[in-house]
């Protein structure tokens, strides 16, 4: 086996070597694991902190039971729900954009983090387009994605008010067609969405 020589701090000497203890392995195996992890990675052309962004995304996804389905499955569902009882279905949209919203909020306190966060995440999201602007006090969110229906288009911008409404977006409104729902509103940064008010 060739040796090889490399300087590190000891603070990162200790986590490798902590590393190891709790795996029951050598430092050498740490390190080499690690190595084909990270050699693996650049070949998929993937960096680190997409790789970050993964974890967070699929992090999310397990604190709200997310589940993958089908597109046309899901879209059929939901407007076979919205024959049934438009309004619950729209008011447990809201309520599901409420719990999301607390969630995220306590990682991305105000607009502009969540506007990065929603960056960060949007290659991990299955639609063609997922951006959050902010312009002064105005406020954008579009999403954009082939086979939604109307009726899951009127269901999404549900949630999303109720999501927006959470980070203290206010007075808004929605458009929606096809495949395309885009939401504005005002906001205005007072300080209070970081206290929780």
Request: charged share 25%; proline share 3%; with cysteine.
């Amino acid at each position: 086996m060739a040796r090889l020589n490399i300087s590190i701090t000891n603070e990162t000497a200790k986590k490798i070597q902590d590393a190891a203890d709790r795996d029951g392995k050598t430092v050498s195996s740490v390190v080499a694991e690690s190595f084909d992890l990270y050699s693996r990675l650049q070949e998929l052309g993937i960096s680190k902190g997409q790789v970050m962004s993964l974890i967070k995304y699929c992090q999310i996804n397990k604190m709200i039971n997310a589940v993958p389905v089908p597109g046309t499955f899901l879209d059929q569902s939901v407007n076979i729900m919205l024959k049934s009882s438009e309004e619950e279905v729209l008011n447990k949209s809201c309520e599901l954009g409420k719990i999301l919203a607390e969630l995220i909020r306590s990682v991305s306190p105000d607009v502009e983090s969540l506007s990065r966060v929603i960056e960060e995440l949007s290659p991990f999201i299955p639609i063609s387009k997922m951006a959050l602007k902010k312009d002064g006090e105005k406020v954008e969110f579009v999403l954009m994605g082939s086979g939604y229906s109307v009726g899951a288009a009127k269901v999404t911008a549900s949630g999303i008010k109720c999501f927006l409404d959470v980070f203290g977006v206010k007075d808004m409104n929605e458009t929606i067609s096809e495949g395309f729902v885009k939401v504005t509103g005002s906001y205005k940064d007072d300080g209070s969405q970081e206290k929780g008010t």
